[in-house]
């Protein structure tokens, strides 16, 4: 089965066409507007969608060596994500499907994560613990089938995206921080300092991620602008260390507690150096399966839009002209779908 799916849920415009389980194209447009700004501002984000979807679509096309009319159905982001971003992708697949009367449905961003663990060969099976770590969600998730899930933890305060974002701002690294502070992690000491890690007293599979945060603030404020930058790569290093712990903990506890023996890790912070040696090595300790997308499906992309909907589709899901996007759809929620 043929699928074009659509990604502009935020400041990525990404279409993708996959053949089954293999991508067979994914073209990526990451919009470098918003970098002067220090973090995305909706309104130029809606607008340059508008101007790249259909560049990138045909883009895309071209690089499967595919036409639309090709196409045995379409997917695109619904939500959550910023709703003028989100209006411009469901649109454009509306008017598409219904041009070419081909099949389409409304795909949940997170859901899109989830199954970039699904793409190409991987070797994925159920029961799944997956868990979900982007800029904006924080989650643990028990899959016993596809589109089954069952939500057993997350944050109360910030994602852990956004707290690599924040920490990142206040260290005075470039947007988005996350992968600036995995660089210079790497080149720090984990041990310079210990970071409180949140919630870690309560037997619980929920995250709490301002409490870290600020701990990172007080500490470079202690320290001073110049010891603070002569040590920045320490102060990286221990903040990933606390961010990364908090994750493998919980995780590893809620696969041993559902007696689960495959952890797939999903969403932007999976690109995290850190967090994927020491998922890995965790797993290998209890003989746990860890499965991670390759980098390039890990941060938002089309492809994992298309996987998802492939399997809604062939489960005979299907959208109509009702659909609408959702700023702030959860993973459990469906809407407009039939
Ligand atoms: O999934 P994603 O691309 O967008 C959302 O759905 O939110 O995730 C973006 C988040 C950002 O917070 C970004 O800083 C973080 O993922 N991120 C990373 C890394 N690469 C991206 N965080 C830590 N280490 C990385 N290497
Ligand atoms: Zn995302």
């Not at 060969?121 to 069952?150: E, R, W």
């Not at 944050?155 to 956004?162: K, L, P, W």
């Not at 938002?300 to 009702?322: E, K, T, V, Y």
Request: net charge neutral.
């Amino acid at each position: 089965m043929l699928v074009l799916g659509l990604e502009t849920s935020c400041d990525e415009t990404s279409a993708a066409v996959i053949d089954d389980n293999k991508v067979l194209s994914n073209v990526i447009s990451s919009q470098m507007v918003h970098l002067q700004f220090g973090g995305v501002v909706p309104e130029l984000a809606s607008r340059a969608h508008l101007r790249k979807v259909i560049p990138v679509a045909e883009e895309t096309l071209e690089k499967a060596g595919k036409s639309l009319a090709d196409m045995d159905g379409f997917a695109v982001t619904y939500g959550p994500g910023l709703i003028g971003a989100l209006l411009v992708g469901v649109n454009y697949i509306k008017g598409v499907a219904a041009v070419l009367e081909k099949p389409f449905i409304g795909v949940n961003h997170i859901e899109g994560h989830v199954y970039s663990n699904f793409l190409d060969d991987a070797p994925v099976k159920f029961p799944l613990l997956c868990l979900i770590v982007s800029g904006g969600h924080t989650q643990i998730v028990v899959m016993k089938d596809h589109l089954n899930y069952k939500l057993i933890g997350k944050t109360r305060d910030d994602a852990v995206g956004e707290a690599f974002d924040k920490v990142a701002k206040l260290l005075g690294l470039p947007y988005p921080g996350g992968p600036e502070v995995d660089k210079l992690a790497r080149q720090g000491d984990e041990k310079f300092t210990r970071f409180p890690i949140g919630l870690s007293r309560e037997k619980t599979f929920d995250f709490s991620y301002s409490g870290l945060k600020t701990a990172v603030l007080n500490f470079a404020n202690k320290l001073g602008p110049a010891e603070k930058d002569a040590h920045l790569a320490d102060i990286c290093a221990s903040f990933q260390k606390a961010a990364v712990d908090a994750l493998v903990e919980r995780t590893i506890r809620a696969a041993r507690t559902y007696q689960i023996r495959q952890i797939a890790v999903a969403g932007g912070v999976a690109a995290n150096s850190g967090l994927r040696a020491a998922m890995k090595a965790a797993g290998a300790d209890y003989n746990i399966d860890v499965f991670f997308p390759a980098m390039e499906y890990c941060t938002d992309n089309a492809a994992m839009i298309a996987r998802a909907g492939l399997q809604r589709l062939q489960h005979g899901h299907r959208s109509n002209l009702l659909l609408n996007a959702y700023p702030s759809l959860k993973l459990e929620e469906e809407r407009h779908q039939e």
